[in-house]
């Protein structure tokens, strides 16, 4: 896989970030010191269940985040600048022109009262000269690379004409149409139909392939990520609890919640007609989240370092690591068998 | 969308027939009939006039009668304020000058009322909105009657007399000023709330974000995106209005003594000129129904979302 | 311990941090055995849970606005029902030696009473042109506006929850029917409705108390005047459709849920469920809906007085009040002012309590 397209650093750095909600009942930490590094080409996974925070910390690398969502601590870094620090107008700029989005839901992401033709052309205009006619040209290239056929009648029509999954198209064709650098997905097959969904993750990967861009496709969707993800980032409560290359978060995870994760999902070729097994417990309360991992209360490893602090990061081969007080126990086990036989 | 406007033609039908009928059974109700004047009837008298309009008949053919007498325009004649004149050609004259009114202030109620709620849903949640609102809730529970007559005291009469007092058929156009104003006082702080709330209900759908995404400016989401989708429901609003400025200007018009349809028809109730009181309620309120008829087809027509509604 | 387990963790990140905090015996073998499961289940505080009374009125209270509005309505419903006990004059008691006394002001019957050391009831408010006191005026014009609103709202709440949870309830051809009904009536143009009713009730009313003096039914109609009859009717008729659109919409959400399913199949009667489950389930909104119709009733009434078919001398209300001022509005503007802020703060009291007990009460509304 084309991963390292030669270019010196990643396209996408984020460190230590942190995101906070501010409601009347109190800071609500949805985002706790997460990092990790996209180069171009590379398609990242995040995956996590909802309100884990995984979306929270995709807008506001957009600086989609409403109030009151504010980042409190990290940076985010696109092409070695640091988009917290850009002023409006800079914003403006990047959104849709160097870094894209498409969202969840696409019957209601796009405007009902103007159409198609209208909204694709306003992202045009929003970053470039184009006159009318040539915007409508690159428009309807656009719409016939998504594959949608007809592209000149598509272009005076309303949203509520289109299939869903003919307007998640339209989606993809509005975000790419300024041919960003990155392209953030949020759940964009979750609410479509499941022979629609292979059609756009097919897209995507082509798209990507073509225009070598980075894709940070979020889900809570394993099974999507296996087929179009390079690299995963597990996320629980605000925190990455692992990462890594995509067969190795499959083949070998490594922390107790990927686990609990991948055995939770059925599996069309499984000879060994195992049971589901699913996570037991329910996600920690954000409002006051405890001093520990906040996965603990579910975990079957819990253990009294994991109600008390957070573990740190243990890392493993090919950039896979994971935050658990497990790994750490062994190195614990072998300091303590070294003091007890200083002689050997 | 056919299906809708027939079915809401016959609703409206039906209001009609409703209004009519009410009409009609109350002023039955009124003791010795349609003709009540000072000077009562003798027997022999009345029997003649009530064979003769044939007040004998059952009611329901009383009612058929009286109905189709108003279909063709003739809602009896005014027995006291202007004695034997037809009530329809009364209406005719008055009429215009309340719609002459009601037109402007509806015009700067929906203008300003929009502006604010706009302005409000922008500051959402600052101490502009909250003014805002102490306002709008102020207006719109404040009496029309309490607002014409204080400002006519302070404006035309008491203190500052910039305005005139008395705005009759020969008034010049600033004297509009203050009724215009007042009339739509309420209306507008009703709008600036509808506008305030779908506004905001606006700039939280998706497609706001998708904007934002796009890398669009704040104005071009708020007045391109949001304002279109959030003036639609607002829209709703001007059927009840119409009502409100009408049964408003009966305020308006008496406290301002404007020469329209309101203030005769308060003058009428006063005075107990029945014929009047019926007459012009059933035109006001078949004159609403229709209205608000058209405003409701009005607005399924223009609103693109109702489609997207069915298929989900 | 725990700070400084995070500090060492930030700075020493890896193995190195484990082994250092090792050392400092932070970590000990104690830290790496099982948690009991007590301390696993303690470990996420629980959140208590509130009632759904509880948590309206905890929502209620946290709305400072319809907390004040509370608490004026409850300064107003004293100052309706104790103040005119509280003051030595009647509302219609003319005197005939203090006729259009400003507020606070001595007429000199009483300038003389008080130099001969009697103590004298001020007129707060100044007296008429009949020598009333507007002060008792207003007082017990309060109390026929805000009877007037409660009576109306309860009407209301009566009719409406009744047909809307009938409509709602039976559902199909009834419901049908019911509720074209229910389109027809709230596309009337309803000032217009209850004034013609004002109006025409009037002499009728006139003609029966005239022939039934002694009637039983005519001394309530003698009292309230064809006006306040007329409202009560309109609401009657009119104003309940709001209430029993909500009613319905409830009805028909719960009807849709398992207990009432179960109810069903256990064999309750169709009165037993409307009465036992379902009404209590719509309670929150009908409570919500009634408060906000007595202010709708209170500005009708108001708006009927203004016109001339308000409430019968000599009993007044705060919109007859009003009407009665225009007289001598450039001489005597406090008689409007007066009887004006009353009913504007009686209005704006109860709609923004309304407001909030909405809100508090039916979560699903507010955004």
């Not at chain 2, 929009?114 to 102490?134: E, I, N, P, Q, W």
């Not at chain 2, 309620?281 to 693109?304: E, H, K, N, Q």
């Not at chain 3, 169709?270 to 036992?276: M, V």
């Amino acid at each position: 896989m084309n991963v390292d397209s030669g270019e010196a650093g990643p396209l996408l750095s984020v460190t230590d970030l942190k995101v906070s909600f501010f409601t009347p009942a109190g800071e609500v930490k949805a985002v706790n010191g997460i990092s990790y590094d996209l180069r171009r080409g590379e398609v990242l996974g995040i995956v996590g269940e909802s309100g884990s925070g995984k979306s929270v910390e995709a807008y506001s690398i957009m600086g989609l985040l409403q109030s009151p969502g504010r980042v409190i601590g990290g940076s985010i870094s696109l092409g070695g600048e640091n988009v917290l620090e850009y002023g409006r107008r800079q914003i403006r700029n990047m959104r849709g022109n160097r870094v894209s989005m498409i969202f969840q839901n696409p019957m209601t992401s796009l405007n009902p009262v103007y159409t198609i033709g209208d909204q694709i052309r306003e992202a045009l205009t929003a970053h470039s000269r184009v006159s009318r006619g040539d915007a409508d040209r690159r428009a309807m290239d656009m719409l016939d690379l998504v594959g949608i056929n007809n592209p000149e009648k598509r272009l005076r029509q309303y949203p509520h004409e289109l299939s869903g999954g003919m307007r998640q198209r339209v989606m993809i064709a509005l975000a790419l149409i300024c041919e960003p650098d990155l392209l953030i997905a949020d759940e964009p097959t979750t609410a479509l139909d499941v022979t629609i969904q292979a059609q756009i993750l097919a897209l995507m990967e082509s798209i990507r392939k073509e225009r070598d861009m980075a894709i940070i496709f979020i889900t809570h969707n394993l099974g999507v990520v296996a087929d179009i993800c390079t690299r995963v980032a597990v996320m629980y409560a605000g925190h990455i609890v692992e990462s890594g290359p995509v067969n190795d978060i499959f083949y070998a995870p490594r922390h107790p919640y990927t686990l609990g994760l991948l055995r939770s999902i059925p599996r069309v070729d499984d000879e060994s007609r195992e049971r589901l097994i699913p996570i037991d417990g329910t996600p920690v309360d954000m409002l006051n989240p405890p001093p520990g991992c906040p996965f603990a209360p579910r975990c079957h490893e819990c253990m009294n370092i994991c109600l008390r602090a957070y573990p740190p990061a243990t890392a493993f081969a090919d950039g896979h690591a994971a935050n658990c007080w497990m790994f750490d126990r062994d190195v614990f086990d072998r300091e303590m068998a070294e003091r007890e036989m200083p002689d050997l | 969308m056919v299906e809708y406007i027939i079915k809401r033609v016959l609703l409206g039908l039906a209001a009609l027939i409703v209004v009519s009928a009410l009409t009609f059974l109350l002023m039955n109700l009124i003791p010795g009939g349609p003709f009540l004047s000072e000077k009562a009837p003798t027997a022999e008298v009345l029997a003649a006039l009530e064979a003769k309009y044939g007040l004998n008949r059952p009611l329901h053919q009383q009612y058929f009668t009286w109905l189709s007498d108003i279909l063709r325009g003739d809602f009896g004649v005014s027995f006291k304020m202007q004695k034997n004149r037809p009530v329809i050609v009364i209406i005719g004259e008055m009429f215009p000058t309340s719609v002459k009114v009601g037109v402007f202030a509806m015009l700067w109620a929906i203008v300003a009322g929009v502006s604010l709620g706009c302005f409000a849903a922008y500051k959402r949640g600052r101490l502009t909105d909250s003014v805002l609102r102490v306002v709008t809730t102020t207006g719109v529970v404040l009496p029309t009657f309490v607002t014409a007559t204080i400002l006519l005291v302070v404006f035309a009469g008491g203190i500052f007399k910039i305005l005139p007092v008395i705005v009759d058929k020969n008034a010049e156009w600033y004297a509009y000023i203050l009724p215009c104003f007042t009339l739509g006082l309420n209306p507008m702080c009703n709008i600036a709330r509808y506008t305030r709330s779908s506004m905001l209900d606006a700039l939280s759908q998706e497609y706001i974000r998708t904007a934002y995404a796009k890398g669009l400016n704040t104005a071009a989401i708020i007045f391109k995106h949001a304002l279109r989708n959030a003036l639609i429901p607002v829209i709703s609003y001007i059927g009840p209005m119409i009502a409100y400025i009408l049964t408003g200007g009966f305020v308006i018009e008496t406290v301002f003594s404007i020469p329209g349809l309101g203030r005769y028809f308060v003058q009428s109730i006063q005075n107990r000129d029945y014929p009047i009181i019926m007459g012009t309620t059933i035109f006001l309120a078949s004159f609403v129904i229709i209205m608000t008829l058209a405003v409701d087809i009005l607005y399924r027509w223009i609103d693109p979302r109702i489609d997207l509604a069915k298929e989900a | 311990m725990q700070d400084k387990l995070k500090n060492l963790l930030s700075l020493h990140p890896g193995d190195e941090a484990i082994r250092q905090l090792a050392e400092l015996g932070a970590l000990t073998a104690d830290s790496f055995a099982p948690a009991p499961i007590e301390d696993r289940q303690s470990y996420m505080p629980r959140q208590k849970s509130i009632g759904y009374w509880g948590d309206a009125w905890r929502r209620l209270r946290k709305n400072t606005v319809s907390m004040v509005a509370l608490l004026v309505i409850g300064l107003l419903l004293c100052f309706a029902f104790i103040g005119p006990e509280a003051i030595p004059y009647k509302y219609d008691q003319q005197i005939r030696t203090s006729l259009n006394l400003a507020p606070m002001q001595h007429s000199e019957a009483e300038l003389a009473a008080i130099a001969s050391g009697e103590r004298v009831f001020p007129h707060v408010f100044g007296t008429d042109t009949h020598g009333r006191d507007t002060m008792a005026r207003v007082m017990v014009g309060a109390r026929v506006s805000m009877t007037i609103g409660i009576i109306a709202a309860l009407l209301v709440l009566l009719i409406g929850s009744l047909y809307g949870a009938i409509a709602g309830f039976f559902g199909g051809l009834a419901d049908n029917i019911m509720m074209r009904v229910v389109e027809v009536i709230s596309s009337l143009p309803d000032v217009l409705v209850v004034l013609l009713i004002a109006v025409s009730l009037k002499p009728a009313l006139d003609s029966f108390v005239n022939a039934n003096r002694q009637n039983a039914l005519a001394r309530p109609l003698i009292v309230l005047g064809p006006s306040i009859v007329a409202i009560f009717i309109a609401f009657a008729m009119l104003y309940w459709v709001t209430m029993a659109r909500i009613i319905r919409g409830n009805v028909l959400q719960l009807k849709e849920q398992e207990f009432v399913l179960a109810a069903r199949a256990l064999g309750a009667s169709n009165a037993r469920l409307i009465r036992k489950h379902l009404l209590p389930n719509c309670i929150g909104s009908m409570i919500a809906a009634t408060c906000l119709e007595i202010p709708a009733a209170i500005f009708l009434e108001s708006f009927l007085s203004f016109l001339g078919v308000g409430v019968q001398a000599p009993l007044t209300s705060l919109g007859s009040m009003c009407s009665d001022a225009l007289g001598g509005i450039y001489t005597y503007t406090y008689r409007l002012i007066i009887p004006a802020l009353v009913l504007l703060t009686l209005l704006l009291s109860f709609n923004l309590f309304g407001d909030g007990l909405r809100d508090a009460l039916d979560p699903r509304l507010k955004k």
